[in-house]
C-alpha cells in the first residue's frame, strides 16, 4: 500500500506481517551495530500491546528479547 512512517533515533519499535508475504524498506539513521542493539520481549506484559497473534513467526535475534524493565 506505499505506507512508510518515521521512528525517531533511539525510540522502540516493532512490527507484525499479517500478510503470507510482506515487503519492508527499512533505512537506518547510521550503521548497523549489533553491540548496541537491544531487543525487547515482543509480547512483554509491561508494554500491554495488543498484538492480533499469539504464536507470531519470530527471528532468532526477536527470541531472546529482554523484559521491557531490563532496559
Same mark, same amino acid.
Not at 525510540?11 to 537491544?38: D, M, Q
Given at each position: 500500500?506505499?505506507?512508510?512512517?518515521?521512528?525517531?533515533?533511539?525510540?522502540?519499535?516493532?512490527?507484525?506481517?499479517?500478510?503470507?508475504? #510482506? *515487503?519492508?524498506?527499512?533505512?537506518?539513521?547510521?550503521?548497523?551495530? +549489533? %553491540?548496541?542493539?537491544?531487543?525487547?520481549?515482543?509480547?512483554?506484559?509491561?508494554? #500491554? *500491546?495488543?498484538?492480533?497473534?499469539?504464536?507470531?513467526?519470530?527471528? +532468532? %535475534?526477536?527470541?531472546?528479547?529482554?523484559?521491557?524493565?531490563?532496559?
Amino acid at each position: 500500500n506505499g505506507k512508510s512512517f518515521f521512528i525517531p533515533k533511539g525510540f522502540l519499535h516493532g512490527f507484525l506481517g499479517l500478510e503470507k508475504e #510482506n *515487503i519492508v524498506l527499512y533505512g537506518c539513521s547510521n550503521y548497523r551495530n +549489533k %553491540k548496541t542493539e537491544v531487543t525487547v520481549n515482543w509480547n512483554d506484559s509491561h508494554l #500491554n *500491546i495488543k498484538w492480533p497473534t499469539k504464536k507470531p513467526l519470530l527471528s +532468532k %535475534k526477536d527470541k531472546k528479547g529482554i523484559k521491557f524493565l531490563e532496559l
